[in-house]
């Protein structure tokens, strides 16, 4: 399949929103039951490390940051989202994807990148894995979703081997 990785534009957000309410509907991606408008997202997203992979003019994954802490030491911390549309899984955009996303985050002076992963979304468990995090743990029963359930994540990180913190 021949896409491109690009950077994300504020006109991708209809493919982008799309994409984001496929992985809702899995119950397995996201504890968020409904896409947030594109300046809500926005805000909540570092403006430096945001790709696409474009299949022609259409938006078929994206990979994102999100800052962790407004504290000033923890500028170097983000939290990882990477989705892809329910049609183009299994094809691999989803390891190019987080593997462009880390080297950008380094060339933006990330350190730490941590994702928060259901314990039962094993494909994005061995994705993340792939691509060099390791999994720190599970925080059980962490939140809560809509029709009561408590679910459980999975902790991963990934340390920068650009400083020599893995």
Known sequence: MDYIIDNMKSNDWKDI??????????GNSTFETDAPTWEK???????SC???????????GW???SPVSGRCVYNGVA?????????????????TLLNKLV????????????????VENKSSLELHKKCGFREIGVR???????NGDWRDVALLERRSK?????
């Open 140 to 146: 059980e029963k962490i939140g809560k979703m809509k």
């Open 41 to 47: 997202w926005d805000s909540g997203h570092t403006k």
């Open 17 to 26: 929103k799309e994409i984001y309410i496929e992985g809702i509907k899995t």
């Open 103 to 118: 080297e950008l985050s380094e060339e933006n002076g990330f350190w730490t990148l941590q994702a928060g992963i259901f």
């Open 162 to 166: 650009k400083i020599g913190l893995d």
């Open 79 to 95: 939290e990882v989202s990477v989705y892809v549309g329910a049609n183009y899984r299994g094809k691999g955009i989803g390891k």
């Open 50 to 60: 945001r790709l696409v992979a474009r299949d022609g003019e259409k938006v078929i």
């Open 63 to 65: 990979a994102a940051l």
